[in-house]
C-alpha cells in the first residue's frame, strides 16, 4: 500500500497575523509528529507544483479569480471578509494548495499512489464558486474532484467532509453536479450557515448539536454517510480532513478524539475498497490546536498508509 504525502515549504508563507487561528505552525506541528514517529519515512513524499488558472477555474468563476489577485498586497495583510486575508504571498500559497490535490488525484488515478494526503493550507472547502470566505480562497477539494471527473473512466465522485464546520462552498460548487456526492458532518448552528438546509439527491447534510459525545458523529457516519456511498459508487472518494471536531480544539464544540478520526478513516477506505478500487484523496481543511491536529493526523494517515 503506498500513501503519497504532498506539502509545499511555500504554504507556510501564508500569513494572516500572528494571532490567526489558521496559522503556519498547523503544518509545522503536523510534519514534527509525523516525522518523530517514523510515519512519514512509510510515505511517498512528494513537492506540489501551483494550479494553473484553467484548473482553478475548473472550480471558480474567472472573476473570483481576478478579484483575488487584484486584492493581494504588496505588504501587509487585505481582509477578504472578517475572517479571511491575502498577504503577499497567500494566492502562491493557495495555487499550491490547489496543485497538491491535482498532483494528488493524478498519482492516484495513475496506480502511483494507493491514497494521498495533502497537508497544504491556506483550506478551501468555505470558497464558493465565486466568494472566498472562511480562511478559504480556492475550494481545493473542489478543484481536484473537478480535474477527476475529466479523466477517463470517472463518472462519478464522493466528497466527505468531516471538518467541524459545514462545506458550504463545496455544497456551492456541487449542488447542480449529480454525479458528485456532498456528505457534510458539522456542528449546527454555527458558521457558516449557508446550504445547511439545502434539498439535494447528491448533498447528504448531517448537523450536529454543541456538546454532543461522539455517538452522534458515528451515528450520522453509518447512517448517512455509508447508505448515500452504498447508492452512489464513486470511481474516487475525496476527504475534505478538518480536525477542528476535535474536543481539544479552540473553534468548536463537539467531542471527538483521534480514535474517532481513526474510525470514521476506517469506514471511508472500506467503501473505497469496494467502490473505488481503493481509491483516496484527503485534503487538510481545519484544526486549531497544533497538538490534537498534529495527532488526529498521525491517526488517519496510520490507516490511509496501513498501519
Not at 507544483?49 to 504588496?74: C, G, Y
Not at 472547502?125 to 472562511?134: D, Q
Not at 478524539?257 to 478500487?277: G, L, P
Not at 490534537?292 to 496510520?302: C, G, K, N, P, R
Request: hydrophobic share 40%; net charge negative.
Amino acid at each position: 500500500m503506498t500513501t503519497a504525502y504532498i506539502t509545499h515549504e511555500d504554504c507556510l508563507l501564508h500569513n494572516m497575523g500572528p494571532d490567526h487561528p489558521e496559522s503556519p505552525v498547523r503544518l509545522q506541528a503536523i510534519r514534527k509528529v509525523l516525522e518523530r514517529t517514523g510515519l512519514m519515512d512509510h510515505m511517498d513524499q512528494l513537492t506540489a507544483v501551483p494550479a494553473s488558472a484553467e484548473q482553478i477555474q475548473l472550480a471558480h468563476a474567472k472573476l473570483h479569480q481576478k478579484k483575488l489577485e487584484m486584492k493581494v498586497p504588496r505588504e501587509g495583510v487585505v481582509y477578504t471578509d472578517e475572517d479571511t486575508a491575502l498577504c503577499p504571498h497567500s494566492l502562491d500559497a493557495a495555487h499550491l494548495a490547489a496543485g497538491g490535490v491535482i498532483l494528488a488525484t493524478n498519482r492516484v488515478l495513475s496506480g502511483k499512489a494507493q491514497n494521498a494526503f495533502c497537508a497544504v493550507r491556506p483550506p478551501g472547502h468555505h470558497a464558493e464558486y465565486n466568494l472566498p470566505m472562511g480562511f478559504c480562497f480556492y475550494n481545493n477539494v473542489a478543484i481536484g474532484a473537478c480535474h477527476a471527473l475529466l479523466q477517463e473512466g470517472i463518472e462519478r465522485v464522493a466528497v466527505l467532509d468531516f471538518d467541524v464546520h459545514h462545506c458550504n462552498g463545496t455544497v456551492d460548487i456541487f449542488k447542480d453536479r449529480p454525479e458528485v456526492l456532498v456528505c457534510s458532518t458539522f456542528q449546527y448552528p454555527y458558521y457558516p450557515e449557508r446550504y445547511c438546509e439545502i434539498d439535494r439527491p447528491n448533498i447528504v447534510n448531517c448537523p450536529i448539536a454543541a456538546h454532543s459525545d461522539n455517538s452522534v458523529f458515528r451515528k450520522a457516519i453509518e447512517e448517512r454517510w455509508l447508505p448515500a456511498l452504498e447508492a452512489h459508487k464513486p470511481d474516487i472518494i475525496f476527504i475534505s480532513a478538518g480536525f477542528d471536531a476535535h474536543k481539544e480544539d479552540p473553534m468548536a464544540d463537539l467531542n471527538l478524539d483521534e480514535e474517532d478520526y481513526r474510525w470514521v478513516t476506517q469506514q471511508i477506505m472500506q467503501m473505497a475498497e469496494k467502490h473505488s478500487h481503493k481509491r483516496i484523496v484527503s485534503v487538510l481543511e481545519g484544526g486549531y490546536s497544533p497538538v490534537a491536529l498534529a495527532f488526529s493526523v498521525q491517526a488517519h494517515l496510520e490507516v490511509l498508509a496501513g498501519f
